[in-house]
Structure formats: structure tokens, C-alpha cells
């Protein structure tokens, strides 16, 4: 999906949707960034100081988001929406630090010339 205002990120282990996290490891990982804070089981935003951003955690085969959950257990996708009026630079640092500490890739959902699941970071266990 493309926006003049927002843009849209993925993290997954793969196009396949084949890895699984415990949904409270994922929740730690993010929450240690101190840049994201909790506002339900699957759903995290900005804290104060840091620019606008929505985090969405979801137990996805096929990347679809489907309804959240307070009874799921696992993340196989988390779904990123950025604001545009800032630089992406600074939401590429946090989303590329939450992708190694998983060990997952992370994915444009399109970019300004309409490519569509761009690979910004390949995945595999952190080094």
C-alpha cells in the first residue's frame, strides 16, 4: 500500500510466514527499544519523545493482518505504519534493530515507484 503520509513496513522470519514467536518475547524485543511503548497485547505505538509510529503484532500465514487477538500466542508478522514527515532514517534504525534481535527480515511494503515487498534487511539470527 502506498501513501502520500504514511509508510508501511513488515517484519517476518520469511515470505512464508513460517517462523513463530512467543508473543511475549516478541512484546520484550520491542519494549527494550525504550522508543515504543504497549497499548493493548498486539498493538504498540511511540513513546513522548520519539516520532509518530504504529506497531501492530499479529499470527498471520499469509500476511494477512486479520483481526487482533488478546488470545494469541505467537507472532509470525509484525506490521509497521511510519509517519512520512519524518526521516525514515530514524524509523530504519529502530525497525532494523527489532529485525536482528528476531532474527527476521525486514520488508517495504511498496516504494515510491510502486515496487512492491522491498527487502531493506535479509534475515537469519543476529551475528
Not at 530514524?90 to 512492491?116: C, H, Q, S, V
Amino acid at each position: 500500500m502506498w501513501s502520500h503520509w504514511y509508510t508501511y513496513y513488515n517484519l517476518r522470519s520469511d515470505a512464508t510466514y513460517q517462523q513463530k514467536l512467543p508473543l511475549d518475547a516478541v512484546q520484550a524485543i520491542l519494549l527494550a527499544t525504550n522508543c515504543l511503548k504497549q497499548n493493548s497485547p498486539n498493538g504498540f505505538s511511540n513513546v513522548d519523545m520519539y516520532p509518530w509510529i504504529c506497531v501492530g503484532l499479529h499470527d498471520s500465514t499469509d500476511s494477512d493482518y486479520g483481526t487482533p487477538s488478546t488470545s494469541m500466542l505467537t507472532v509470525t508478522l509484525i506490521s509497521v505504519v511510519a509517519s512520512k514527515s519524518y526521516e525514515q532514517d530514524i524509523y530504519l534504525k529502530l525497525l532494523r534493530e527489532i529485525a536482528t534481535n528476531l532474527g527476521w527480515e525486514l520488508i517495504l511494503d511498496e516504494d515510491d515507484e510502486g515496487n512492491e515487498d522491498v527487502v531493506i534487511q535479509k534475515g537469519g539470527l543476529p551475528a
